[in-house]
């Protein structure tokens, strides 16, 4: 590794003012425990809402600062653009540390603030001929364990007012493709110069909390990513449904149409602006009765931000219809990011939890408008969604030491208005329910905790009768909750866990970010925390 020089200023007042000028840094999330030995998959969204000021904090910008800030030895970064603050202080936090930090991006982007910084720095960088298509990526690999990637640039506009989702995957494997990515472009050979041989990485993930998962990873151009993406909508049971910021390509969309006419429901959102372009493919689409819509983020600051940046598909996953796909990464759905950007796409098969990202789909749904002719194919498309109102937030199974007390179920209401419990079941892999709720109203925000048995009057709870019991076994069960109609609310599978410890969404009530053990939350309240927050905190 090279020496270290000093850490350097940033070398004009110009970039010192465009740092300073960004928003304020968020404050990590800790240093979390088991950072690289956590959950194999985690996912997040940004939460721009849709007008400016809107935007919502979530658990991406904070958690990510953590992954860098847990390396001890390397980290390999490719990203198109680099402007947030908060980001490039802990990459130079961890180069001033001593690890080995590298970087690659486009010529077109080496001004940007947080570029010209790690570059005072020393950190080196390796960058695309300007002009020549462009070196799309937004990944990081950390001390060859895991990676960060997903549709999100480290800029203000992306984390602040774009909608965009980031995945994490722990895996080795995983962690060796993204490093040989790496490797070729910090070699010099970006696009068409890459090493056309490299094979797709394809990976079985068996016995997870999410399911048997099948991984896919695809590097442009040297690994076509369209036939993959084309597949799984061919395969496409019941639904498709896709948000993505330019979709020009035309076996994309012959796919999708495909997939329409044998009957299945295609449900997409398509960044507003993008669609203006004579080459999209929405009227197309809508022509062949897909319920297309353009996206209803406006919160933009004169000509940045406001867009739907996803390059997000999900393939089944709605209520009822069995284990889904989900593909993500950089590559937009067009011939340039086909043929010569460098792009990376992830697509998981088999998954059984899908509500990270269908939860987020169905609110940027809620706030978009259908493209001109697919009104009629628009009506219901919401209602058949599947964004749960009530959702499973933390959950205690076997606890097996009478002090710990019982195994326990809870459950919030993450909707804007009360909801009618009367006819919600609580199942796992038995033919009949575990529970049934007879009535009652939760209102939005709160939570409710369903014990076996016993008296529990410090939080709001049900208890089952003496016929019933939750019976949750401790390990690889999965729960599922349905409303009145058998419709699916949400779902869970859990890992085996520590006695006494529950297994809590990383953050509470949030469908992103997946689950962690309590005890490894910042901030967390101990093991478990029935019917509060994960720090102690009231609903």
């Known amino acids: 590794m090279p020496a270290r ?27 979390l425990s088991g950072l690289l030995t956590g959950p194999t998959l985690q996912a997040w969204h940004t939460a721009p809402g849709a007008a400016p000021g809107e935007t919502s904090p ?64 020393g950190v080196p960088i390796r960058a695309r001929r300007p002009g020549d298509r462009i070196m799309h990526h937004k990944f990081l690999v950390i001390d060859q364990a895991a990676v960060w990637t997903g549709s999100t640039n480290w800029t203000d506009n992306d984390l602040d007012r774009n909608d965009n989702d980031a995945l994490l995957l722990r895996s080795a494997e995983v962690a060796a493709a993204y490093a040989e990515e790496h490797a070729e472009l910090q070699a010099g050979r970006f696009g068409r110069n890459k090493n056309r041989s490299r094979s797709p990485l394809g990976l079985a993930l068996d016995g997870l909390p999410e399911g048997d998962l099948d991984l896919q990873l695809r590097f442009s151009p040297s690994q076509d990513p369209v036939p993959a993406l084309v597949a799984a909508i061919d395969g496409a049971a019941a639904s498709v449904r896709f948000a993505t910021y330019s979709f020009t390509h035309p076996d994309v969309a012959d ?28 009227e197309a689409l809508a022509a062949g009765g897909a319920a297309v819509h353009t996206d209803g983020n406006r919160n933009a600051s004169g000509f940045s931000g406001g867009k739907l940046h996803h390059k997000l598909l999900i393939v089944d996953g709605g209520p009822g219809e069995g284990p889904a796909t989900v593909a993500t990464g950089s590559t937009n759905w067009s011939r340039a990011a086909q043929q010569d950007n460098d792009e990376n796409l992830v697509l998981l098969s088999g998954l059984e939890e899908v509500s990270a990202w269908m939860s987020p789909f169905c609110a940027r749904l809620a706030l978009a408008t259908p493209v001109e002719g697919a009104e009629a194919a628009a009506e219901g498309a919401a209602a058949g969604c599947g964004s749960p109102a009530l959702r499973f937030n933390e959950l205690l199974p076997d606890p097996a030491w009478a002090d710990i007390g019982e195994e326990y179920v809870e459950l919030v209401n993450v909707g804007d208005g009360p909801m009618d419990l009367a006819g919600v079941s ?114």
Not at 88 to 113: H, N
Not at 264 to 280: K, L, M, P, R, T
Not at 455 to 480: A, K, Q
């Open 5 to 31: 020089p000093l850490r350097a200023s940033l070398p004009s007042a110009a970039a010192a003012a465009a740092l300073s000028a960004c928003a304020p840094a968020a404050q990590p999330s800790g240093a």
């Open 58 to 121: 979530t658990a991406l910008e904070p958690d990510l600062i953590a992954l860098v800030d847990s390396a001890e030895d390397e980290l390999l970064l490719a990203a198109y653009t680099l402007d947030r603050a908060p980001l490039v202080d802990a990459l130079l936090a961890a180069w001033d540390r001593g690890v080995d930090l590298r970087v690659v991006t486009d010529g077109d982007e080496l001004e940007d603030p947080g570029f010209v910084a790690l570059s005072a720095a």
């Open 255 to 282: 796919a999708l149409l495909r997939a329409e006419a044998r009957g299945v429901v295609v449900i997409g959102i398509f960044d507003e602006g993008q669609a203006s372009s004579s080459w999209s493919v929405d």
């Open 426 to 539: 609580l199942w796992d892999g038995a033919a009949a329910p575990r529970h049934t709720f007879s009535g009652g109203t939760l209102a939005p925000g709160a939570a409710v905790v369903v014990y076996d048995t016993g008296d529990h009057d410090d939080v709001p709870h049900v208890v089952l009768s003496s016929t019933g019991r939750l019976g949750l076994n401790n390990g690889g069960e999965r729960l599922r909750l349905t409303g009145p109609d058998g419709a699916l609310l949400d779902e869970v599978r859990y890992p085996t866990l520590p006695i006494g410890v529950a297994y809590n969404r990383a953050t509470d009530g949030a469908g992103e970010g997946g689950w962690r053990r309590h005890d490894r939350i910042p901030g967390a309240a101990g093991a478990r925390s029935p019917g509060l927050r994960a720090d102690g905190g009231a609903w």
